[in-house]
């Protein structure tokens, strides 16, 4: 669903630990890491969306996590123009997300798996709340400070832990 400013409905998926570190995703046959998202289809609720990519993209169903917090807003990033697909009706100029963050308990990480009918991610491992704001590629980045800043204060930690 592409809106009528050019940007495509997406939900993000921030996935911590109960040590407060986040699930990284390595996409399938490259060296690029990122948060598991996706489009949200018509006839989708935003809610809706991000239990269908958590599924599609790692696996997991609302039983394995516990939803901690959405963005308030929608998130913006445009699309750096050369991969903006110019002959593409509409066109889509980047993309409008909310962004989700979840808790997955220890016991249920034997459920992230990616043999899904189209794997988008072949590798997972655990980082630190803030690791990916240097790791992103540039033109995300500034969605995943305001997401990762935003939910923050939603992610409970052991005592004697901090972000």
Known sequence: MIDS???RANVGIILANTEGQVLWTKRVGQDSWQ????GIDKGETPLDAMYRELYEEVGLCPHHVEMLG?????????????????????LCIGQKQKWFLLRLDEKNTDFIRFDTATPEFDEWIWV???YP???????????????????A???PLKKGLRL
Request: aromatic share 16%.
């Open 153 to 155: 204060e939603r992610l």
């Open 70 to 90: 959405v963005t308030h807003d929608w998130l913006r990033y445009r699309l750096p123009r050369r991969y903006v697909r110019l002959g593409q009706e509409p």
């Open 5 to 7: 400013d050019g940007f």
């Open 133 to 151: 704001l240097r790791q992103i590629v540039p033109f995300k980045r500034g969605v995943y400070q305001k997401a990762l800043l935003e939910l």
């Open 35 to 38: 948060f598991p998202q996706g």
């Open 128 to 130: 630190s709340y803030w």
